[in-house]
């Protein structure tokens, strides 16, 4: 059941919680729960929701996620239980660089629960999203990891093709880029500082 709007931002609001909330008409609801003020330098703790149906339900769950110490915390205590589970599993989660994606950051991908349901997988230095998982598959991925000697495992197509989008997106764009001679790694690095350059170019353009 969907959560109630003006009830969930009143209990934050009497938690203490701040909550900044803006939208474009055609590009969804963003929301990050920080002062108005701080927006500029918390761009990495803004999210983002197509409808306004899934505002209350998505500002409840990140602010159990942001704030696990917070009165609105123990206005929901079962939560808890779901707070460690999501603990444990960042735990055990394994060390995959940032820079395995072909960008120049220092950071690692971590799992962010972002709702009951789903985890986003992002980098713990510069905040990017690699992609999202439905947590259950998620878990069952770490449980295999842990148990099985992945190393000496080698994917079939059908492997590959059972995975979730983001992940099959990811694994071809690997094996795109992962050629001896390295021209298509090449390519591949020209076309991003392209595509890098002309949004630069607009947004100078815009000012």
């Known amino acids: ?3 109630n709007l003006a009830e969930t931002l009143q209990a934050l609001y009497d938690s203490e919680i701040h909550v900044t909330i803006t939208w474009v008409w055609d590009n969804g609801i963003d929301f990050a729960l920080v002062p108005y003020m701080d927006w500029e ?5 803004w999210h983002n929701v197509r409808r306004v149906a899934e505002l209350a339900d998505t500002l409840h769950e990140r602010a159990l996620v942001e704030y696990p ?6 206005m929901h205590p079962s939560r808890n239980g779901q707070q460690k589970d999501a603990e444990e599993q960042a735990r ?3 060390f995959i660089p940032h820079q395995a994606a072909f960008v120049e950051c220092p950071g690692q991908i971590i799992p962010e629960p972002t709702s009951q349901r789903d985890t986003t997988l992002k980098c713990n230095d510069c905040g990017a999203a690699v992609g999202k998982l439905n947590t259950a598959i998620l878990n069952n991925l770490v449980n295999l990891a842990g148990a ?3 190393d000496r495992f080698v994917p079939d ?3 590959i093709n059972a995975l979730p989008e983001p992940l099959r997106k990811y694994i071809h764009d690997l094996a795109t880029r992962a050629d001896p001679a390295g021209d298509v790694a090449e390519i591949a690095l ?9 949004a630069r170019i607009r947004e100078l353009e815009e000012r």
């Open 157 to 159: 197509p059908d492997h």
């Open 190 to 198: 020209l076309k991003e500082n392209n595509r890098a350059l002309w």
């Open 41 to 45: 330098s918390t761009k990495e703790k």
């Open 92 to 94: 055990r989660f394994p």
């Open 69 to 74: 110490e917070s009165a609105y915390v123990r």
């Open 1 to 3: 059941m969907s959560r």
């Open 148 to 150: 099985t000697d992945l």
